[in-house]
């Protein structure tokens, strides 16, 4: 039977729909709003599988191009692997969601979200973790839920919820949260240096449009009366956890005071070799048949260690104060032969970000849902496993390496000048080297130090940083920069990019079920002044982007023609551009308005091109002066050449001063004559004259 449940949102309406599609799933909700219609479906395993030690949560965004009237490109005309929007837009599924499962909950749960319709108009990600939600809700699974979403946009000082796609293009602030009816559990924000007061105001903005859509998710609930099932969780064997405890639990406590993370891990692998060595027959049975129990039990007393000396005594595994920034190191110009390149390192976490420089028709073809269809600027992630000093085989980017390189390439994005100013397009990418905490703000810092040393001219320089939680009770201390066993043990990660002006990027993750205004708001300020002191790091390495682009970029000239000339630039078949690319070796972007974009790294390749282009595309001017050549000799004139593909006729009459009886008496073919243009006429064609060039003309000439 459908159930459906409606909200009116300021003249629209969010409809939840449940029995009409994919009834099998454990949870099956329509979400729609205007013509964006959004299916999710939630099923969870009945048990679990041996030997997994997390919660296995698969979240997957199915973008299908039929939802906007599309047929895909590409040889075999199918969607293929996730587009990075899908991805992205997967991770804020995910990381509000799987929070609120219990502890110890390792069945396999599937969110599959499908958008079937968009409208062009209504964006489908936030519908999406809305009917994720949902799904869940009305699903058997153990879902502490619901949980709602909203987006808030600002346009001309305005703020609105749930902006539409134009509206979010015009928008100064993009901040996308989802949480619970009274916390915030998950924040992403792209902005243009906007002040942390007004993000905080459309972050308060954004929860009362999340309490409605809990409220309506509960009704629907009402109406389908769905229970939840019974599952086991996982607990360590009682017998494992009592013999770790008795044996190593102070030693373990003791080893989480050691400062030095080399010697803090080196004394608990020594811990875990005694442990497993001391173990008796029985125990040695009960750690084969469950062998990720030793492992478990050890973990957890790290970190209520860890968590007990910050909560307690202030201290943090490392020995910084709660708001002390590790020790920054700045260097650009490391790579002799990119054209711009920084090493940053905070602590052991070092990043080495190199910019790119390409020609604009580089930029990154997309086929989303979205109305953008490329990008200019792009950031690239990667995280190698000797940075964390494993071993593993080397793949393609996974979910979490996207995710970082796009919160890096979102708060680089609003200080990177647009196309007009640059016409270029840029690509970053950030190698982790070594990795204790926050590579992505790392990458962010590294970006504007790459950029700087490339000689880009960004209005402001970004710098990043991450602030932590550890909470118990009504008892929460928060602690700026955090290192990976900070991330790893404590309750939140609160990046935090921007300007001196204000904020460019957020991204928040929650372990716990979510974080009150006051802790986002003090988050907020805790950041701005680490942010400011990296900044001043950053300025004594580079104070100011380079004068000149480095000298292996490609340059870039500019020309402006007549947009009735582009076919003549383009040629038959493409022909011409071809021809000019393969002699010259530059790269020929040409628009709509007649803009040529000539980008080369030969600067003599570009001159050569652009002169060509020149040539295709002038247009002479009755009374002008050239140097010509005879092309061809008729018995009523002589034809000459001004430039490629620009001929005209000097009738015999117009050669010489006086009366002659044959061109060939006075010209040759390849002569070099001087010729004033007298007339274009109805058809296009130009005519020329030898004797009405004067003295003066030739001066002229000469000079110019």
Known sequence: MIKKVELDLGGKVLSLETGRMANQAGGSIVIRLGDTMVMATATTSKNRRPGIDFFPLLVDFEEKLYAIGRIPGGFFKREGRPTETAILTARRIDRPIRPLFPKGFRNDVQLVITPLSVDQDNPPDILAINAASAALTISDAPFDGP????????????????????????????????GIEDKISMIECGSDEVAETDVLEAIKLGQKKIKEVIKLQKELLKKTGEKKAEFKLYEPNEKISKYVKDKSGSRIEAAMGIEEKAKQMEEIDKIKEELESGMDEELKKLAS?????????????????????????????????????????????????????????????QVLTVATLGALGEEQRLEGLSPENSKRYMHHYNFPAFSVGEVRPLRGPGRREIGHGALAEKSLLPVV????????????????????????????????????????????????????????????????????????????????????????????DCKVKGLSIEIIEKALKQAQVARMSILEKMLAAIGAPREELSQYAPSVQSIKINPEKIGAVIGPGGKMIRKITEETDAKIDIEDDGTVLITATDPEGGKRALKMIEDLTFEPKVGSIFKARVVKIMAFGAFVQIAPGKEGLVHISEIAPRRINKVEDVLKLDDEVIVKLTEVDDKGRNNFSIRAVTPEDKEKLKEG
């Open 147 to 178: 949980i709602g979403a909203a987006r808030i946009g600002r346009v001309d000082g305005e703020f609105i919820v749930d902006p539409t796609y134009d509206q979010v293009m015009n928008s100064d602030l993009d901040v996308v949260i989802a």
């Open 289 to 349: 048949e469950s062998p990720a129990d030793v492992k478990n039990v050890i973990n957890d007393l790290q970190k209520k260690a860890v968590r007990k000396a910050i909560l307690e005594k202030n201290k943090r595994p490392d020995g910084r104060k709660l708001d002390e920034v590790r020790e920054i190191k700045c260097e650009v110009g490391v790579l002799p032969r990119a054209h711009g390149s920084a090493l940053f390192s905070r602590g052991d976490t």
């Open 417 to 508: 000048p647009n196309e007009e100013k640059f016409p270029y397009t840029i690509r970053l990418v950030s190698e982790v080297l070594s990795s204790n905490g926050s590579t992505s703000m790392a990458s962010t810092c590294g970006s504007t130090l790459a950029l700087m040393d490339c000689g880009v001219k960004i209005s402001n320089p970004v710098a990043g940083i991450s602030v932590g939680l550890v909470s118990e009770g009504n008892k929460e201390v928060m602690f700026t920069d955090i290192q990976g066993i900070e991330d790893f043990f404590g309750d939140m990660d609160f990046k935090v990019s921007g300007t001196k002006k204000g904020i460019t990027g957020i991204q928040v």
